[in-house]
Each structure stands twice: as C-alpha cells, then as structure tokens.
C-alpha cells in the first residue's frame, strides 16, 4: 500500500478527532449550566453544611479546570490535552481522571460487546447465507425469520422484557449487577462462573435483535450472488453444495459484511451503553449513565471522545485489513 | 411513394396500474407487511382521535390502576390517564417528532448530497469529508447531553424533533450523493446534456425523479432512526414529560416499579405500540430498498 | 474458509484494539494486603488549601476479605454517588454520613425519637449548669477507646468543637459562631462548653446526633497531624470510634467488618453486634431509581433491607415474602413519620411569586384529598404544616389556639374558583390556553425536584396546577438542586428538615437572617427567602426560651399565623420512610410493636449504627 495512503488516512482520523473534540468543547460552553457548582452544591446538600464559602471553593475550581482563562486558550490547552489521551478529571469521582474510570470499566465492556458482537455477527451471517441459499432445507431458512422480526425491538425494551420474564417471573437468572453481592472479584473459577452467570441476560439483549440486522444483509447478497454466472459454472462443474455454500456465498460476502460490522460499531457500542445501565453492569456504559445523572460533563465528553476515537480507529484499520480479504482490492 | 395504410394497432391490454402495484406488492412481501402495519398504526390513530377525549391522554382523568377492561381497552395508569387515550395521542406524537426529523434530516441529506455530487470538486470534498468525519461520532450522547441542558419548560414535540435533527443528517447526504454520481454517469444524462437541456432541467427533469425511490428508502431510514433517538431520550426522561409520548409512559412506568406492582399493562402497551412502528418502518424500508435496487429483488 | 477465521481473528482484534492502553482487569485488589491507596496518593492529600475531598485514584481495599457468612451478613441497597474513600467527616465537600460512614462515627449522644430520649454514647451525661442555658457540661464515658487504641478523651471533644468554631468549611461552622464563647477541658474526660447568648436547644440540634443532623466527634490525635483537614479523605486507616470498619469500596460496593475490639460492648454502652459484616450495595442512579429489580432482590432475600419505597410496592413486597415486615407490620402506611415534610417552595423575593395572593392561589389549586386517595391509596400523607407531628408538635397542633388558626386560614382549603379570583385580583388575565398571564408572562411554575423520590407526586402537581392556569412542567435534570438554592423561577419540592421537639427550627428557616439576595445561594431549607421584620422580631423572642414557657408556645402560634397568612411556602405532603426489614437473616428491626434501639430504622440515618448493632441474627 502506498505511503500517501497511509497519510490520508491518518489525516483523517486526526480530522475526526479534531471534529469531536470541538464538540465536545463548545457544547458545555454553550449551555447556560454551570456543571461545576451543580456538582459542588449538590455535595453541600448531602454533607448538609452550608454553602456560605462555596462560590469561592467553586472558583478555585474553575481555575483548576482552567474555565477562567480566555476561550481560544482553553480551546487550545483542551485541544493539546485530547491529543496527549487526556480527558480531563472527573467532576463527580475527583480527582479520578476521566481515562482511569474508563479503563477500569472497560475490560467489562469489551467482555460483553466482543462476545455478543462476534456471536451475534456469526450467527447471523450463517443463518442469512442459509436464508439465500435455495439448497437450504426449509426449516433451518426459517429460523432466520424471528431474528428478523426481533429487530424493531431497541435493546433497552428487550432488556427490560428479559428482565421481567426471565428474572422475576421465572426466577432464572441474577436481576443485575456484574457479581454477587459482596463478593470481590477474583480469578477463581467460582467467580468466574457466577459473572457469567450475570451476563447471560445483557448478553441477550444485545444478541437478539442484533442477528436480523445482519441476517438480511447477507441474505441480500446471497440472492445477488445467486444469479451469478459463476455459481452456475461451479454447479455445473460438480462441486458439492456445501462447498459452493462455503465458497462463493460466504466468501463473497465476507468483505461488505465487514464493512458493515465497522459501520456497526457505533450503534453497538451504543446499545451496549444503555444495556449495561439497565442491568447495573460496572461498564463503560455505568459510568456513562452517572456522570449522565450527576452531570459530570468532563467524563461525558471524554467517554464521546473515547468512542469516536475507537470506531474511528477501528474504521481505518479495517480499511488497511481490506487486502487481506480480498486480493482483488489495493489500496490507493 | 408507397401509400401508408392504417395498419390497426395491436391490442395490447396495458394491465391497470392498481394491478401491477398488487402484483408487486405480492412479490415484495416485506413492503406489503410493513405498508399494511403501518396502515393499521395509521388507522388506529384516526379513529382514536375521532374517539377518545384527548384530555384523557394526561393524568387526573380517569380512575387509577385499572387493568385492560371493556371500558378501558388498554387499562389506565397510576397518575389517571387512559392508556388507550394515551396511545392515541401517544403514537401521533411519537409519529411526528420521527416523521419530522426524518423530513428535515432528509431535506439537508437530498440537497447536500446533490450539490455535493452534481457539482464536484471542492465542494464535494468538503462535504463527504465533513459527513465522513462525523459518522464515528456516538450521536446519541451529544443528544442526550443537549436534551439534558435544556431549560425544561422548551423541551416540546417539536425541540425534541430538532435535537434528533441536529447530527443526524449525515447518512442521507452520503446515500443521496452516491446515487447522483453514478446516475450523473448514465446515458440518460449524456444524451440530455448533448441534446442541450440546461443543467436546471437535468436536475429536475432527470435525475429528480430517478432519485424518488432512493430520496423515500432515506426518508424512511431517516423516520426510523429518528424515532429510535427520541424514544431513547423519552424512556431517559429527557423528554417532554407530561406528554405520552411512548418513551415517557415507559420511563413512568419504570419508575413506578409498574412490572413489581403487577401493573404489567403500563409498560408493556407502549412497549409493544413502538415494536410495531419500528418494526412496520424496517419492513418498509427494506421493501422500499428492494425497490431501489432491483439486484437485491427477491427471485421469487 | 480461512478468510472466515481471519474475519473472526480480526473482529476479535478490532475490540480488543479498543482496549489497548492495558486496562487492569476489573478491580482485582486480591493477592497480598496492599497499603491503601490513599496512603499512595501523597499528592492528592499534601496538596494545600485542596478545596474540595479527596478520594483515591481507585477502588480501595485493606487486603483479602476474610470469609463471613451469609447469616452474619447485613446486605443493605443504597444508591454510593460519594467519592470513593472519603470517610473523614471533616472531608468537605464530599463527606456523607449517609451511605456507611455512621457505623464508623460516634455522637456524644444520639436521640431515639420513638423512645423520644436521650440515648448516652461517647458522652455519659451532657448538662445545662444554669438557668438561661449559657453553659453546659459533657461528661466523656472513660471506656470510649478509638480503633487504634487511643482513649477518647476530652481533647478530641475540644477539638472537634473548636475545628467548627475556627473551620469555616464545617457544616456547624455558622452555630457554632452564633451561640459558642468558648470551650474547655477540665480533666481527660470533663468539657465545658460557655454559650455568648441562651442556647436552649443547642445540646440537641447540634451536639446530638439524629436523623441528618448533628455532629459526631473526630480523632484529635489523627486529624490534627493532617496538613489540610478538609481534603484528607480518611480512606481505611482513618481511627475512627464506631464498630465497623470499611474494608473495601468499589463501584460497586462498599464493605465494613465489625472490630471485635470496640469500646461499647464492654462498657455496657451497647449490647455485642451480631452483624459481623455490612455490604452496602450501590443500587446506581439516583435514590429512588433503578426500583424495580432492586425490590425484587430483596423479596428474594438479596438484601435485608433497601432506602424506603413506595406506598404500592411496599404492599407488593409484604404479599411477595412474608419474612419482610415495614414499621407498621402488614398495615398500611407501612411507614414512619420522617422530619421531611415537602413543600412547594418558591422564591419570595421573585416575581410573580413575591405576591402572597399568588402563593395563596397556588396552594387553593391544590386537592390535597385528591393526592391523598391516588399517590398513598387513602392514607393521610398531606400536610398544612412546616413541621412533622411528632409527639411534641401534635401537642402544639392540638392548641385551641392552632386550631382556630385552622378554622381562620383554612390552609388545606380547595378551590379553583377562589384561585381564580386572587389571580384575577393580582392583574393576571388568562390566555388562549387558559393559563394565567400578566404582561405577556405566563407563571413559571416548572416544578424542580428529584426524579427518584418524587416522580409520583410532582406529575399530578403539575397537572392539578395546569388545570388551574399555572404553567406547571417538570424538571428533574441534575440542576434541580441548585436551581433551587440559586431561587431560579419556578416552585421546589423539597423538605422541611428542621424540627423535631418543638416548631422552633422550622419556623427560622424563613427568619431573613436566611433571605439571602438573589444571586447569591441560598442555604439547605432556605430557599424561600422570606424577609420580615415582624416575623423575625417572633423568632427572635423564642430563640432564648425553652418549648416549655408558655410565652414560646405563645409567640409559636403568632409565627404559624404568618407562615399561613403569607403562604410563605405550599405545605403539601408529610414524609414517610417505607423501609420493608427482611427478617429472613435478621431480626429486631426497630418498628411501631418492637422500640428495638428506640430509633427510627432508616440505616443511612444518624442513628443507623443502633439499627444495625440491635440487629438479632436468625440462624
């Protein structure tokens, strides 16, 4: 691949950046609120002591936080701190910074959204190259349809749903939280199998109405593929239909289906935020969902930025993977 | 000269267009199912409107807690309202923030992909670049956080439509501008430029009309994911929330322990109200993507 | 196919890429016994003049839990939003009694409010010496021990009075200043206290810890080595007098173990605690959220008990697990009278809300029997009045003279038509959407309050005002709070949490010592900002006097009259405290049938260490 290539793409991702960092900047500075004293008067409240010093405690944070110099120098000072990974530190959780709270929630995340993702991704693609593939009996093509009908719903009702069928009704599985109460995590194969346990329901939240997505866009291309000359030639030729199966639908599939998953990642991530909230998962989505509720701007906007930065990167390095799916594309 | 002699015209029998919409509906089995939902959705909220007192819709208007019965089909809420008043007004709601932010999303996404594609160069640059970059931004954050800072008493139907709006234009300006650039190269286009037309008439004698389908699987594809944003932002109660929207009756619900009560019909109504939008809206648009791209017809 | 298994390896790498940056696996504070972190953290704790509490840099654990079984085991569901490891109540901001620090802490005396005595701990008596209340003797119980050993003597009492009067970030800093001369230590376990004016109730409100109010003692020897006291956060080895001492606290979860070797139970003070562990649970979000699963855990015996729940969950909780009993057994209310009354308050030096007909048009759109019969299914949770009707203040309630006030004031009165009179007579018009408006302005009546603890009231105000012409919405942003203590436009649901014995506290939180201008915050409680002379002059003439003299209870009725006459706030709701007991683990909550410590049974309170250490083990 050519340099030139590689320079692009890299001023993109600094462009991306770039872009979500000055949202995020302007966002909070446009708003008439003044997170910092929230969060200081609402401190006051729970210790119960009078505020009577607390504009000035406030004020000696502003500076902290550098809200008392002028805008283009804190633009410029929040810019060069989001280039060097830093966020910023928590208003809620002081003095954590913003990047310690998502790497100490992060490992749950990325537990939960790789395996859904790659499970839901699997099944999905297979059951959709099923659903195309005229040889396939009828009934394994039909068990793509509920996953396709399951797609309208938002994973934030099916956790809901999950989680008064399968948890209160049928008493089945642990109604929330990573763990049980008071154990510490551990690397025992008993803790290992009792968070498991507890993510069984999150898991399917996300899995169930994630399949149809990409059981229809690969059922698409499978029909596509269908009529190609090539498939018939193969036919013809004698190969067995799970070769052709193999070969020509899943293997042509495999490059736009991983577009898609890039393209994907967004919405997953997403989903995966609203999922751990409702299941009270120590996530990246918890911390979200509390520094949402307590207005903790500094690590909302680091998480955004986080996440741009993740999907971004993970966009360009799919891109650069490209030739090794399919020789036939070079990158330039 | 030969004489030219009135040869009769074959009697071809041109099938009605009625017939030949049926009859592609037929084969496009996921537009016809989404398209009657969507009816169904439709009908259930004009004769609602014509039926129910839209006052019942807010709380203090009938008695509490009462479960699906003859007289209230749907049940009623622990705050008063008449669940089935409620998902009249509800869905109507809930209709209009998608329906308008799908409309104003896909406005920006046509004439920006059109601009972008037709004219080229910079211009175009610019605006791929900018959609681009902006796609791998979690748009649903920054909504939620400009949902949250809004003085309370402005958050309406139709801010809410306006924050969804806000950066959620990107994908129809990136659909509309492919399709423009590789209709830009059909012949069509070619033999109209020779001929003369001016550019204007190109644009919307030409190319417009080829683009409809394309602009209607955007609008429908823009009407869902705005919906899906609202939704989220009501069921966070970042909504308006004395309307019944969906997303507020659920967010209510949640916080009543309504499931732990027993008073299963609260959530679950809306619930289900919204399945079948969503559900009918991706329906439609796969149809509606089947019709746009004729290679992913179904062969049966 | 290998493109297949490539395919997979790269989706696997594409969200591990995202991890990279070496994240530790989740809080894994297990193999050795580490110093804390916050011994780690010089920086965070050397820093001078730090304004705010330090916490650690991350979950905080004093080593390997030690085994606890179930049955010993007090699981208790509560939302933790305070910074991790902050457990010196000098830590401000950022210091809460309220999510585990009370089992660490100790009082010179607690109050038992339904034993409705003095409970004695740190102090074995605490005594006024003369007549006009000027000067008081604390007496220390000479068994008090800190965790590290150390006795608690009279110097920790010195300093910890002497800390409020000079420490200006104190939450007593501004009584200690109106009332204390001075303070002296006689012998190791003698204190003399002299008042600049008769402070009558400052033993009580101050000095006794109950409900939210009051102040523990604090370790001389440890806090006076500290460089800046306020941003020491305390973390684990902090020495502290209370039975139980934190030993972990994460995101998830805060754990205290009982120290065998505490003060109380050999000085007879307190029986031995049967709890040897407490698992605070954090149930996320805001208090009050996340309902659903959580009572559902504790029907399942997750928890034994959980912050207090609604009215129709309680019910539902009782049906689901007959081993979980409320304050009143099965029997509605299922709850205890808390000191938080609700009000609508509003800013009384705003417009349109500085016109007491306004205020008093607001309080006629109200149908307090309404909320009654559909928030609390029939119960008489509504209220007239600033104040809770604990023994004492019935008694005041039930003066002829207050209840003449009543018959005049009618405060509990109904009446939309009337509303619309006061309006109309205040120059407002109604306008196309027939809400009230004076130039060009409808009245800004978006209702600021808590989504967990008042999303079924603050709904049906809303539309019971909008019926009236008040242009009522709801806001439960994060800004609630402050936009309340700021006196934004708009009506607070809030609490009165001020008196007890006698109506004295709830009456001076509307003295104009408080009425702070606008644009300056107001104080807890404070919010309405009334300012009048003839009221301060009552409020002063009752400051000095006991409850006793027949003058307070005269000069009491005067200020209740103005408090009605000028609807200086919307008296809506009493507060009950529905905590449900599981008594599958644990027996001998405090109820209505059982005086157990002679407390209330909130655990976050003041007095939740006398729940916990009267708790009776079932198994």
Redesign the interface.
């Known amino acids: 691949m050519k340099p030139v290539f590689l320079i692009k793409r890299f001023l993109f991702l600094i462009l991306v950046i770039w872009s979500a960092a000055t949202i995020t900047f302007f966002i909070p500075r446009l708003s008439p609120r003044n997170p910092i004293r929230e969060r200081f008067v609402e401190l006051a409240r729970m210790g119960g002591f009078s505020p009577a010093d607390l504009e000035q405690i406030v004020a000696s944070y502003s500076q902290r936080f550098g809200l008392d110099k002028p805008l283009y120098q804190q633009y410029f000072d929040y810019m060069s701190a989001v280039f060097r990974f830093d966020f910023g530190v928590s208003l809620n959780k002081f003095p954590k910074t913003t990047v310690e709270l998502i790497m100490e929630a992060l490992p749950w995340t990325i537990g939960l959204l790789l395996a859904t993702t790659i499970i839901a991704f699997v099944l999905g693609n297979l059951l959709g190259a099923v659903a195309a593939w005229p040889k396939a009996p009828n009934w394994l093509r039909a068990t793509a349809t509920p996953f396709v009908l399951l797609m309208g719903v938002p994973p934030v009702i099916m956790g809901v749903l999950l989680l008064f069928f399968i948890g209160f009704r049928l008493k089945l599985l642990p109604l929330g939280g990573a763990y049980s109460i008071g154990t510490v995590p551990t690397f025992t194969l008993e803790f290992v199998l009792d968070a498991a346990r507890h993510q069984i329901l999150p898991a399917l939240a996300l899995i169930l109405g994630s399949v149809g997505g990409w059981v229809l866009s690969m059922r698409g291309m499978g029909v596509t593929i269908q009529g190609e000359d090539y498939v018939t030639f193969a036919e013809h030729k004698g190969l067995g239909p799970f070769t052709i199966f193999r070969d020509y639908y899943l293997r042509n599939a495999l490059l736009p289906q991983a577009t898609g998953l890039v393209l994907a990642l967004g919405a997953v991530v997403t989903n995966g935020i609203v999922v751990e909230s409702i299941f009270g998962l120590p996530g990246v989505g918890r911390v979200l969902d509390q520094a949402i509720r307590s207005n903790d701007f500094i690590v909302i906007y680091g998480i955004v930025l986080f996440i741009t930065i993740a999907v971004a990167t993970l966009m360009v390095a799919v891109e650069l993977l490209y030739p090794l799916l399919d020789p036939r594309i070079k990158l330039d | 000269m030969a004489t030219v002699t009135a040869v009769p015209q074959p009697q071809f029998r041109q099938p009605g267009r009625a017939r030949l919409l049926i009859g592609y509906l037929r084969r496009n089995l996921s537009l016809l199912i989404g398209l009657v939902m969507l009816a169904g959705l439709v009908l259930f909220t004009l004769i609602g409107l014509l039926t129910i007192d839209p006052k019942d819709a807010y709380p203090l208007s009938v008695p509490t807690r009462r479960p699906p019965s003859l007289e209230y089909p749907f049940g009623t809420d622990f705050f008063g309202r008449d669940l089935y008043a409620a998902m009249v007004v509800g869905l109507w709601q809930t209709a209009l923030i998608g329906v308008l932010a799908g409309a104003i999303g896909t406005f920006i996404g046509t004439v920006l992909g059109f601009v972008s594609a037709y004219f080229g160069g910079w211009v175009d640059n610019t605006i791929k670049g900018i959609c681009q970059i902006l796609t791998p931004i979690p748009v649903l954050l920054i909504q939620i956080v400009i949902a949250g800072s809004l003085d309370k008493r402005y958050v309406t139907i139709y801010t809410m439509a306006l924050i969804v709006v806000l950066l959620a234009w990107m994908g129809p300006t990136l659909v509309i501008r492919s399709q423009v650039l590789s209709m830009k190269e059909r012949q069509f286009v070619a033999v109209a430029k020779l001929s003369g037309v001016s550019e204007w008439e190109i644009i919307f004698k030409e190319i417009l009309p080829n683009l409809l389908p394309f602009i209607a699987a955007a609008f429908v594809a823009q009407v869902f994911s705005a919906m899906i944003a609202s939704f989220y932002l009501a069921v966070l109660g970042l909504g308006p929330l004395r309307e019944p929207l969906l997303g507020n009756i659920i967010w209510a619900a949640q916080s009543q322990g309504a499931f732990f009560n027993g008073w299963w019909w609260w959530p679950i109504i809306p619930s289900v109200a919204i399945v079948l939008i969503l559900g009918s809206l991706a329906l439609i648009n796969m149809g509606l993507d089947e019709l746009a791209n004729p290679r992913v017809r179904r062969t049966e | 196919?290998t493109?297949?298994k490539?395919?997979?390896a790269?989706?696997?790498?594409?969200?591990?890429?995202?991890?990279c940056?070496?994240?530790?696996?989740?809080?894994?504070?297990?193999t050795a016994p580490e110093p804390t972190q916050a011994s780690q953290a010089p920086e965070?704790t050397a820093a001078p003049?730090e304004?705010?509490?330090?916490?650690t840099?991350?979950?905080i654990?004093t080593g390997p839990?030690a085994e606890v079984p179930?049955n010993r085991?007090l699981?208790l569901g509560w939302s933790i939003?305070?910074?991790?490891g902050v457990t010196n109540p000098w830590a401000?901001?950022?210091?809460?009694h309220?999510e585990g620090n009370v089992f660490m802490w100790e009082p010179l005396m607690y109050y038992g409010i339904f034993s409705d005595q003095y409970i004695p701990w740190l102090a074995e008596s605490m005594e006024y010496t003369n007549d006009d209340f000027t000067a008081l003797e604390i007496k220390l119980n000479p068994a008090a021990r800190w965790s590290d050993g150390e006795p608690v003597t009279s110097e920790d009492v010195v300093y910890t009075f002497e800390g409020q009067m000079t420490n200006?970030?104190?939450?007593?800093?501004?009584s200690f200043d109106q009332f204390v001369e001075s303070v002296e230590a006689v012998d190791d376990l003698t204190v003399n206290v002299t008042f600049k004016i008769p402070a009558p109730r400052f033993k009580f409100e101050v000095l006794t810890l109950k409900f939210?109010?009051g102040i523990p003692i604090v370790p001389e020897h440890a806090l006076s080595a500290q460089p800046d006291v306020n941003a020491y956060p305390g973390g684990t080895e902090i020495p502290h007098s209370g039975p139980y001492k934190l030993v972990?606290w994460?995101?998830?979860?805060k754990?205290y173990d009982l120290r065998p070797d505490w003060w109380a139970v050999e000085a007879g003070v307190s029986p031995k605690p049967e709890v040897e562990?407490i698992?605070i649970?954090n149930?996320?979000?805001?208090v009050g959220?996340?309902?659903?699963?959580v009572?559902?855990?504790l029907v399942?015996n997750?928890?034994d008990s959980i912050l207090d729940?609604?009215s129709?969950?309680a019910a539902?909780i009782l049906a689901n697990n007959p081993a979980v009993t409320t304050h009143t057994g099965n029997n509605p209310p299922y709850g205890y009278l808390d000191w938080w009354p609700n009000s609508l308050w509003v800013n009384t030096q705003l417009e349109p809300y500085s016109d007491p007909n306004v205020r008093k048009a607001i309080s006629l759109a109200i149908d307090r029997d309404?909320i009654d019969e559909?928030i609390y299914e029939g119960a008489q949770i509504t209220t007239i009045f600033p104040f809770p009707l604990y023994p004492g203040l019935q008694a005041f309630v039930d003066t002829p003279e207050v209840q003449a006030l009543i018959q005049e004031y009618n405060p509990r009165e109904f009446n939309p038509e009337k509303s619309a009179e006061l309006m109309t007579a205040a120059g407002f018009t109604q306008n196309g959407d027939g809400l009230w408006e004076k130039d060009g302005a409808t009245v800004?009546m978006?209702i600021h309050g808590f989504?967990?603890i008042h999303?079924?009231i603050v709904?049906?105000l809303?539309?019971?005002l909008?019926?009236a012409g008040f242009?009522a919405?709801?806001?439960?942003?994060?800004?609630a709070?402050?936009n309340m203590?700021d006196g934004k436009p708009g009506a607070y649901m809030f609490g009165h949490g001020a008196s007890l014995l006698d109506p004295y506290a709830a009456f001076e939180l509307f003295h104009s010592r408080y009425s702070a201008a606008v644009g300056?915050?107001a104080?807890?409680n404070r919010f309405s900002r009334y300012n009048n002379p003839e009221y301060d002059a009552i409020l002063d003439q009752m400051a000095p006097l006991s409850a006793e003299d027949p003058r307070f209870q005269e000069l009491a009725v005067q200020a209740l009259e103005i408090y009605w006459r000028d609807q200086i706030d919307i008296p809506i709701i009493q507060w009950l405290h529905r905590i449900p007991y599981n008594q599958t683990y644990w027996t001998n909550w405090p109820t209505a049938d059982n005086l157990a410590g002679g407390t209330n049974g909130a655990f976050w309170a003041h007095t939740g260490l006398i729940v916990v250490t009267q708790l009776k083990a079932t198994q």
């Not at chain 3, 200006?168 to 501004?174: E, I, N, T, V």
């Not at chain 3, 919405?473 to 800004?479: P, Y």
């Open positions: 196919m493109r297949l490539l395919l997979t790269l989706v696997a790498c594409i969200l591990v890429l995202a991890a940056g070496g994240a530790p696996p989740a809080a894994a504070p297990t965070a003049a304004p705010a509490a330090t916490a840099a991350a979950p654990s839990l179930r085991t699981i939003t305070s910074p991790i401000v901001p950022g210091y809460t309220q200006d970030k104190l939450p007593y800093h501004a939210d109010t972990a994460d995101a998830n979860q754990i562990r698992v649970f149930i996320g979000g805001q959220q996340n309902m659903d699963t009572v559902q855990r399942n997750e928890f729940v609604r129709s969950v539902n309404t559909i800004n978006t989504e967990g999303s079924d709904p049906v809303v539309e019971m909008r019926n242009d919405s709801i806001n439960f942003g994060t800004d709070y402050q203590a300056t915050s104080g807890n």
